[in-house]
């Protein structure tokens, strides 16, 4: 079973391997996560391809009653930001609209996906930690957001929606999609944060809502361009990453 | 990279995570970007066998997601897309079925991408994209699909007033109006027409037809009040050029739609329309 080999590598695998090392924070993940989380993910797992699930090669879509089980907490910060590639939203080899936000939503609500990862942009301490979304750049946000598993090529467009929620869910290892690069935050019940894909530390603050009509308004939006190439697939990741990670879990 | 592993990753078989963002499209555009130069020629051919492959299997997702791949290679810089076209010319034999939006709507797009497809075959299209809507009231395939074959008919000639009749008369048939889709058909229809002023006369005879062939006021009154939100930001938002944004301005203004007058051709048309409704009275 999966979660056995991962605890394996987590109490005495060689981190330096970095197989072993995704291993381990899979399994920190695990540790971390409530006890509800713990079950659901133990039957999840049952039969999976660790490896897989590992490289990033076989995956687990969290269906609706697996998603959003985490903390549900008031939504305090003035704006939410939702960053997703523009090609989800609508392809189109031509001229761009420009849109009301709210003409925005039914399009995100038929989304294939259950749950938004959402975040402020602040970090552990609620300090803002990036620039304002037209002013951001795009490598360093993917990046910070922890948006793993993609090559951004220059040129790419992504859309950064600025929502209003009145709550909002500490996002789960479930919703994550058993994700070893996800980050798991114990200590801390009202929001999690993501691991920067740049430095391997916690940085910025995010919660999960449903893609469902009536949890969250959307206030404004931003289209942004790629202006460098930015790759973020697993075995692209860079040695700060790993190294901070593998310190992370043997101080 | 062979056609079988190509399936494999559009079928969802390869560690595609739809809430972390990753579906399909990324994942192949993932292993794309690792072939050299030689492979990735060699990767277009087994990309369209794996197309026809779906749609021999009715696979209208994965088919989406293939031509949505083929998007993504020609918006990023420097674009990848396949020299050799041709590879792409069963698309145009290729009819998807009414019920078979995703389909639809993947072929279109990749051959709006491609630059493909004569005017007749454009014109065919929207009639095959309204008839899929209508069926379907699928808002987000279907409703793709008409978009995209707006924009490719416009590409090649000016789209007609009964065109525009049948597609507003069907969105006013959808539970509610998709507004993202319909402005970008608005706007990309109008920065691409040659002629705006050709333009305008076909959307006022168009909307004016439907609306005279409609007897139940609350239903035109549904109609325009659907019309209205998505004509507000067309114009106050995208700049369309002078001869759209005096109609805009004129459809917006309260009773516009009644007071404005009316060019000969739209006269003629508009008499036609009456004396067909008192036959039928």
């Not at chain 1, 305090?76 to 997703?84: G, H, K, P």
């Not at chain 2, 690792?34 to 994965?62: H, Q, T, Y």
């Not at chain 2, 920065?191 to 076909?202: F, I, Q």
Request: glycine share 6%.
């Amino acid at each position: 079973m999966c979660i056995d080999q991962w605890q394996g590598s987590f109490v005495h695998g060689d981190l330096s391997d970095r197989k072993t090392l995704r291993g381990a924070l899979a399994y920190q993940n695990y540790e971390h996560s409530p006890k509800h989380i713990q079950v659901e993910a133990a039957k999840v797992m049952q039969g999976m391809d660790c490896e897989g699930l590992l490289e990033l090669k076989k995956s687990f879509f969290a269906n609706d009653g697996q998603c959003g089980l985490g903390n549900e907490v008031p939504f305090s910060a003035d704006v939410a930001y939702f960053v997703i590639r523009k090609q989800k939203l609508f392809p189109n080899p031509g001229f761009s609209a420009k849109f009301l936000p709210e003409d925005l939503l039914d399009k995100i609500l038929r989304l294939n996906r259950n749950v938004l990862f959402i975040s402020d942009w602040t970090d552990a301490c609620g300090s803002p930690a990036l620039p304002p979304p037209d002013q951001v750049d795009c490598a360093e946000l993917v990046q910070a957001l922890g948006l793993c598993g993609v090559m951004w090529k220059e040129g790419a467009e992504i859309t950064i929606l600025g929502m209003k929620m009145p709550q909002a869910r500490k996002s789960t290892w479930l919703d994550s999609g058993l994700a070893f690069y996800w980050h798991a935050v114990p200590d801390q019940p009202n929001w999690g944060l993501t691991r920067s894909l740049k430095s391997g530390r916690p940085a910025l603050r995010e919660w999960v809502v449903r893609k469902q009509a009536g949890i969250f308004d959307i206030e404004a939006y931003w289209d942004r361009k790629f202006e460098q190439n930015c790759d973020l697939r697993v075995d692209k990741l860079n040695a700060d990453y790993w190294d901070a990670c593998a310190k992370e879990l043997r101080p | 990279m062979n056609k079988q592993e190509i399936l494999s990753i559009l079928r969802g078989e390869r560690g595609a995570s739809p809430n972390m963002g990753i579906e399909e499209d990324d994942l192949l555009a993932n292993a794309f970007f690792d072939l050299s130069d030689v492979e990735k020629e060699a990767f277009w051919p087994e990309l369209s066998d794996a197309m026809k492959s779906l749609v021999a299997d009715r696979e209208g997702m994965p088919f989406y997601l293939a031509a949505r791949f083929i998007y993504g290679m020609g918006e990023i810089k420097p674009p990848r897309l396949p020299r050799k076209k041709s590879l792409f010319n069963f698309l145009l034999d290729a009819m998807a079925e009414k019920d078979q939006p995703a389909q639809l709507a993947g072929t279109l797009l990749t051959l709006l991408v491609l630059k493909m497809g004569k005017p007749e075959f454009w014109g065919r299209q929207i009639a095959a994209s309204l008839d899929s809507l209508e069926a379907t009231q699928d808002a987000n395939y279907a409703m793709a699909a008409v978009v995209y074959a707006f924009l490719g008919y416009n590409r090649c000639t000016t789209i007609s007033a009964t065109d525009w009749s049948r597609l507003f008369s069907v969105l006013s048939r959808l539970p509610s109006l998709p507004r993202m889709e319909m402005l970008e058909l608005l706007v990309g229809v109008e920065k691409e027409a040659k002629r705006p002023g050709e333009l305008e006369e076909e959307l006022d005879v168009g909307l004016g037809t439907l609306r005279t062939s409609i007897r139940n006021n609350e239903e035109s009154t549904r109609i325009d009040q659907s019309l209205a939100p998505v004509f507000k930001t067309w114009l106050e938002k995208n700049e369309p050029r002078q001869a759209i944004a005096a109609w805009l301005s004129k459809e917006l203004r309260p009773g516009g739609a009644e007071r404005r007058g009316l060019s000969p051709r739209r006269f003629i048309e508009r008499i036609g329309a009456e004396r067909t409704n008192q036959a039928v009275a």
